[in-house]
């Protein structure tokens, strides 16, 4: 009897491990996902350091929407559109396996470009407000100055980018866009230090979009040991944790 109980009790605990373990793949897959800022490419939007969650029903599901991109699926299904000025996680396309986040600038049809540091939209010169100056000291070898401004994309949106000039090679000028159908025009918050469509990423097809960024759960700076814990709480970036994204 003893023997008999400890192999329920045995199986019992497998399964238990087992339903957990899917229900949190299930959950990861269809409904939300955290991730982790391991760059600037963001500021001032993310930081390094910070975590957020994505929802991946937003934009509908694709094979990118599961685990390794296993799932059988072709484009996307359930489909919704992103909407310019979106912080959207997505499959870098030259490998459909690295995960970048950006934000939408241009969508399907849009032309883009950008002239001696200012961007264009269909034509029209996006407006942006100088609000001051941006200083990053946390994960850098020395401070970096930049330059910080509110961006009004067509439909109205606002939202902060950092340029340190608009003389930067490459980034600062590029050739005019058409997106085809079916892609997006993403573009870091950080002008002058994103990898995005100007650079090595090019156009994103809507397929490779994994989610759209919601919140921030947690946020850390560098001044805080791994090996000496009473220094944690003051490397947390309190007022940062549970912040809706835009």
Known sequence: MKKEKKKESLFDTIKTIVYAILLAMLIRSLIMEPFRIPSGSMYPTLEVGDYLFVT?????????????????IRGRIWKSLPKRGDIVVFKFPKDNRTDYIKRVIGLPGDTVQVSRGRLYINDKLVDREHVGKYVIKEFVVRPETYQEYVETLPEGFKHHIIEMSDYENKVDNTPKLTIPEGHYFVMGDNRDR???SRVHVGFVPEENLVGKARFLFFSHG????????????RAIRWKKIFRPLH
Not at 56 to 72: E, V
Not at 222 to 233: C, R
């Open 56 to 72: 991946k029903y937003t934009y509908g599901y694709s094979k990118h929407s599961f685990p390794f991109s296993l799932a059988p």
């Open 194 to 196: 994103s990898d995005d």
């Open 222 to 233: 560098d001044n805080g040991k791994w090996y000496k814990p009473w220094t944690w709480p």
